[in-house]
Structure formats: structure tokens, C-alpha cells
């Protein structure tokens, strides 16, 4: 009888394992941030068949959001749906009836199965809004952020659940990019893990891993890359003109340094180096640069402030 007894809670303890083992299927998603990042994050996510909630501080914020959703929408379907304009339509329709929006997060994240981030790219403000909606969201949700550069580990440390938080990083534009970098912390269980990888390829992208490391995979590469381009620059050893041209015939990028630069935006360039090199000041990829300190003091921050490294009209 013993036996028999030992037995069964060896067997109850295996099918109980084995069920917390089980990777979440994630159907309903909040979205926090109803930026260019948030914003398209939402669309994929709803074109995919997810229910989404799209929160923002004002309603003003939202309409803008959805609004841009609904162009983004008609262009994807000119191509995907080129020879049938009614099907194109009805997958429009579709989408937008997948997405809604709301201004009070805490009241939303009760049902969700994952919460993305994408806000400002301020810890200390990340932090707050995870330990605030960590109270009201249920024991299975996985929460993630969108950061490009700031570690994934401290913020899963604001919360209860660094278990169930990752990193899930978009990139833009997001309906056209076809990457997603899924992070792990040393906390995440790898049920989470399975999760956020599903969840990537359920949305039609293509997710690669990687362990929380600053700037994770791609800008970890392209960051030092573009600042060794400036300080190419700075030193007089080619003209930024002649760098562009050579990294794009000599390497085939679609655009050089300093264009990217310009396009990313300068201000965001210099926020990334200088976080980076206050984690490793000793590492010489990670060295600040007097001119791009200077155009971002002037405010000449690119394409979006018509002034960078070049000029726009």
C-alpha cells in the first residue's frame, strides 16, 4: 500500500511538472505605448489573429496611433492583395476589429496572456509602469519589454515575476522587418522563453535568442560600427561622403553610416553609447564621441529635425 501510495504522488508529481512545463499560448496582448514601435507591434499582432489592447496616456495619442494602423494596413494590402481588393478589404476589417485602445492600463492587463513595453527609453520610468501593472496582472501573464538597449534584468527585478519576463525586441518598421531578438535573463524559465519565441513566429517573424547583453544581437554589432565611422570621420581619414559611398558599394548596405545615423536619429545614438559606457567605461567600442555630442547639443538630431551629418529638406 505504501508503494501504491509512493506510486501516485510520484505520478500526480510528474503530470503536475509537466503541465507547469507547458508553453503558454498567448492569444489576447496589451501593448503599452502607442508610438511608431507600439503601433506596429499592435498591427502584426491583430493582423495575426491576437487580441489586442493598445494603451496610451491620452485618447488624442490613440487616434493618432490608430489612424497610422489603418494606413499601414491599406499599403500592406495593395501588395498582399493587389488582384483581390474585396479580400484585401475584409482583412483590413478584420485586423481593426482584433484591435482596441484604452488610456488606464491597470484596467486592461487583468485578462492578458503578454504585455509589451515600448515607452520611452527611461529605466526608472520602465521600472515604475512594470511594478505598478505587476499588481493587477494575472499570475500566468508574461510581461516584455521593446528596449533596444537598456538591460532586460533590471527591470524583471522591479517585479514579482522575473520568471515570466523576457525581452522582445521589434524593429522598425515593424510590419516590414522581419527580426525579432528574444531576450533572456538568467530568470526567465524557459517555458517563458518557448512563449515569446511562439508568439514571434505567430506574428510572421523571425526570431533570433540571445542572453541579456547591452544592445543584444544586431545593435550591439551596428552601434560600435557606426561610431567607429564617426571617429573615422573626426580623426580626417576620409570624408563622411566617401565612408557612406564605401560602405555601400564595397559592403552592399542598403545605407552608410552616417545616413543611418541620420535616419536613427542622433540624440538616440548618443543615448545608447553613453549608457553603454558607463556600464563598461573601459571598453573602447563604447567611447563617446565629441561630434556626435556636439551636433545632438545643437540639436541636430537627423532626418527628423532636418539636420544631422547631412541636411534635409
Known sequence: MAFATRHFVRAASSDAATAAAKKLLIKHITIIGGGLMGAGIAQVAAASGHTVV?????DEILKKSTKGIEESLKRVTKKKFADKPEAGAEFIKKTLKNLSTSTDAASVVHSTD????????????????FKTLDKFAPEHTIFASNTSSLQITKMANATTRQDRFGGLHFFNPVPVMKLVEVIRTPMTSQKTFESLMDFSKAVGKSPV??????????????????????RLFERG?????????????GAGYPMGPFELLDYVGLDTSKYIIDGWHSLEPNNPLFAPSPLLNKLVEEKKLGKKTGEGFYKYK
Open 209 to 230: 535568442s540571445c542572453k541579456d547583453t547591452p544592445g543584444f544581437i544586431v545593435n550591439r554589432l551596428l552601434v560600435p560600427y557606426m561610431m567607429e565611422a564617426v
Open 114 to 129: 503578454l504585455v509589451i513595453e515600448a515607452i520611452v527609453e527611461n529605466l526608472e520610468v520602465k521600472n515604475e509602469l
Open 237 to 249: 581619414d576620409a570624408s563622411k561622403e566617401d565612408i557612406d559611398v564605401a560602405m555601400k558599394l
Open 54 to 58: 493598445l494603451v496610451d496616456q491620452s
